[in-house]
């Protein structure tokens, strides 16, 4: 049986889980830019900045599991 939840505390989780979402994020942005910048002209560091900025977005807006019993 899964007990109540408040919804404060919900709200609390994915707020939580949102804000750590989005700090990877922009990490992953900084990073991909800074080691990039050397090799900016180069069609495989633009392929490489799509495709980990692809993964960094698919990973950001998936659903949390809050309960896992």
């Known amino acids: ?23 990877t994020f922009l990490m992953m942005v900084v990073v991909v830019l800074q080691v990039s910048a050397p090799y900016s002209r180069t069609a495989l560091t633009f392929v490489l900045k799509i495709l980990t900025l692809i993964l960094v977005d698919r990973r950001l807006f998936r659903v949390p599991y809050v309960l896992q019993l």
């Not at 049986?1 to 700090?23: A, E, H, K």
């Open 1 to 23: 049986m899964l007990p109540m939840v408040s919804g404060q505390w919900m709200l609390s989780i994915l707020r939580r889980q949102l804000f750590i979402n989005t700090c």
